[in-house]
C-alpha cells in the first residue's frame, strides 16, 4: 500500500508540474504558432531565483518565488518583443532562437551560480504520514497551487473578454483581425502568460528538485512528449497527457529503480509512436481543419 501511495504522490507533483509547463507551452503555440523550445529555461531561471532570494540574500522564499515569476515575465515578454515577433512567422528560425534564447539562460546561470548542484529552501515546512508515507507539506503545496493555478487559467480563458480574444485569435488570427481583436497584443499577452506560468512551476517545484544549469532539458522531453500526446494546441490535451506520463515516471521510478534513467526515452518513445499512429494525438485537429 505504501508502494501505491508514493507512486500516486509522486505521479501527482510531476503531473501538475509538467501540466503546467505543457499547458502553458500549448497557449503561446495556439495563439502565435510560437514552438517555445526555450520555455523549460525560464523555469529554470525562476527556480534559481528562488535560490538566489532565499539562500543567499536570506529573504523570505515566497518573495523570491514572487521575485522569480515578475523576473521571467518580463524576460518572457521582452524576448518576444525583440527576437520572436520579428520572425514569428519562419518556424525553422524560432527554433534556432528559442533553443539559442535556452542555451544563452543556461551559460548565464552557469556563469552566476556555478556547475555544481544546488538546493532551495522550501516554501513550507513539516509533513504527515499517510499510510506508512511521509507526505510534506511542500509536496502538496506544490500539487494543490499547480492545479489551482490551472483552473483559474481556464476562468480566465472562458468567463473573461480577454480570455474570448485570447481563444478567438488561437482559433483564426484572420478573422480575429477583422473582428478588432489586436492579434499583436493578444500574442505578447499569451506569451506573458505562458512563461509567467513557466516561472510559477520553477518557483513551487524548486525545493523538491536538486537545481543545475541542466535542469531545464529533462523537463522539455517530457513536456513536449505531453503536448504531442495530447495534441498540439490543445490545453486540454496537454492536460491529460502531462498526467499521463507523470503517472507513467512514477510508475517507471518506483517498480524499476534501476530504470529510473529510461524517463526521457520511454517519453520520446511515446511521443514517436502518437506522431506514427495519431500524428493530431488524443484531443488535437489536423492544422488544415483547424485553420
Known sequence: MSLAVDIVISGLISGSIYALLAVSFSLIFGVARIINLAHTAFYMVAAYCIYWVSAQLGWSPFAGMF??????????IIAYQLILKPIREHE????????????????????KFGGSYLSSPVLIQGFFTFLGVKVMYQELLTIGTALILLGVLVLFLFKTNTGLAVRSTAQ????????????????????????????????????????DPHMWSPPLIMMLAAVVLGGLGSLKGSFYGAFILGFTEAIIVFL????AFLRGPVALTVMIMVLVVRPEGLFGVYFEEER
Open 67 to 76: 521575485i522569480g515569476i515578475i523576473l521571467v515575465t518580463v524576460l518572457g
Open 256 to 259: 524499476a529503480p534501476a530504470g
Open 92 to 111: 525553422a528560425a524560432v527554433l534556432v532562437a528559442t533553443i539559442a534564447m535556452a542555451m544563452i539562460l543556461e551559460q548565464l546561470v552557469s556563469l
Open 172 to 211: 483564426d488570427r484572420e478573422v480575429a483581425n477583422l473582428m478588432g481583436i489586436n492579434e499583436s497584443r493578444v500574442a505578447m499577452l499569451a506569451m506573458a502568460v505562458s512563461v509567467g506560468l513557466a516561472g510559477f512551476a520553477g518557483a513551487v517545484v524548486a525545493p523538491l528538485r536538486i537545481l
